[in-house]
């Protein structure tokens, strides 16, 4: 059949990548849209509102909803303004201090403006895995224990800059250049922002967000002696200062940054905007938004000076305002590409995000892309452990101490072991690149999983894909942590807390209904998985998704006719879909007395 064609041919001609629009509940709007302004002042960073319709979804499949927030692209609402942007496309350098919130600044930018979002890190660790040319040469110096020469890495930044993706949505550049030789490199090729922003937050501030807080060793709540005192003079006498919140520990990082930092502004004191990051995120983001609007808005107005305010290409402006599908595509095509996998990690962390800030505090992700479908292969560890370090440097901007768990050996004697999936993970997280502020060991740490892994420092919790294996259970050692780790957030990535064969072959039947009621005790946050015809994984019919606080959400694979392909929204649920309304969601409607076998799982 058609779907054949599309899902998987690696020659067909679509982008593997189309973002959809952040996916807010109202109480966390970032601010409120601007009027629409007359024709002759156009704004470039407005979705239009064709762009907002791309969902095919009618008024009656999703009732008392507002636009789909397709607005993530610097981008024009009408043709000229569209060809101003194809034409320049935003460009953002942004520089702060450790715990200065600079990356929750940049997660906000993206998902806004959706430019390719560029740290160093990321580079080299995507060529080294590769086997590019660069990446050779950075691996023989990593492998030395040295650091990679400034040239390695601003030619790793250059061959980035000029892919197809960064030309056509922009990019923002997150800590670099980080010396006056890389950010001269950088001028030498012509190579400048529209805008350099720096999160300024004074270092008394960024020292006592540390420094200041303290912990109730009965309770585990953490409490700030300025910001977030005890409730009572009891709760007082018993506080303790964590081991390594320390001044000299934090003013060491500090030095570090601020020297970094001052070698690189003068080169873009033209362009430099300072802000104050000691303000709520939100207020914060609004000046920085407002900033950014201005150089769209200048953009806009140039190229309507050019065209005396006419669209250069009508058929352009369409074709830019159909890319946005909301979902992937060419997702059977794996290994996935990077902006795939930065689609879907951009995707959990803002649902997880949501659901933290909700003081949700028992939390699991299910992602079954076909990279980290069990059910299709092993898990692809690289890309479980990408996820993960997405999820726990987020955190550990804002300053939490997050505790990455990986189960260990389970059972005795020869039924002794760990599930394959998770063979060799902890030492993966070792040795991966954890930033170059020194998260890894402070504000990042790994155990196992059991009530003796939880610290009194410790903030919160990420469980690697907890399962259960034959003649073994991990839901036992499961209840003990999350007993001992109280109220702290406890999240649970790709679980697999289905009951197991015993030793005997026979299944467990003791405490089973306990085990599968603390298992459900977990509210999934975030939800992906691909829809098939029952009994096979070819071709993609469609997409479950849910991403918290928002419903389960039920797409359409469509073939296009360019051999392109999108998804199409066809219904939501409250709860979870059982197959039969999966089913159904695919079929005409039909009287509801009737009623019909399930074809998708």
Known sequence: MAASSSSSS????????????????????????????????????????????????????????????????????????????????????????????????????????????ISTGDLLRAEVSSGTEIGKKAKQYMDNGMLVPDQVVTDMVVSRLSQ????????????????????????SMKIRPDIFIVLEVPDDILIDRCVGRRLDPETGKIYHIKNFPPEDDEVSARLVTRSDDTFEKVKSRLETYK?????????????????DGNRQVEVVFNEIDSLLQKICENASSNMLAKTNGKPQDSKDTTASKNEFRGIPTRLNNIPHSREIRKYFYNDVLVATRHAVEDKKTRLQIDINIPELNPEMDVYRIGTLMELVRELSLSFAD?????????????????????????????KILEIMDWGEYGAKGTFINFGAVGASEVDKEDDMFILIAPQNAVGNCIIDDMKAMTDAAGDR???????????????SGVMQTMGRDMRLKYAASFETCYSFRLLFYAGSFYPIMGALRMAYPNK??????????NGQERYVLLEEFVEKPTPDEITNAFRPRKNENEKSASGFW
């Open 398 to 426: 804002d300053g939490k101490r997050v505790k990455v768990c990986v189960q260990g050996s389970m059972g005795q004697g020869a039924f002794a072991g760990i599930p394959l999936q998770l063979a060799g993970t902890r």
């Open 10 to 117: 690696p020659a067909a001609a679509s982008a593997p990548f189309a973002a959809p629009g952040p996916h807010r509940r109202p109480g966390l709007a970032l601010r409120p849209s601007p009027p629409t302004p007359p024709s002759s002042s156009l704004s470039c960073c407005r979705a239009s509102p064709a762009a907002a319709a791309v969902s095919s979804v009618s008024a009656t499949a999703a009732p008392n909803r507002g636009p789909r927030g397709m607005g993530l692209r610097c981008r024009a609402s009408e043709g000229a303004a569209a060809a101003a942007r194809k034409e320049a496309p935003l460009k953002v350098m942004i520089s702060g201090a450790p715990a200065s919130g600079k990356g929750t600044q940049c997660r906000m930018i993206v998902e806004k403006y959706g430019l390719v979002h």
């Open 489 to 503: 957030p406890v999240i649970l990535v790709n679980p697999r807390l289905k009951d197991m064969p015993g030793s």
């Open 552 to 561: 389960y959400e039920i797409y359409r694979r469509v073939d296009e006719p």
């Open 259 to 275: 020297q970094n930092s001052e070698a690189v502004i003068p080169t873009y004191s033209d362009l430099l905007n300072q802000i």
């Open 164 to 187: 197809p993706d960064v030309r056509e949505r922009g990019w923002l550049l997150d800590g670099y250049p980080r010396s006056y030789a890389q950010a001269q490199s950088l001028e």
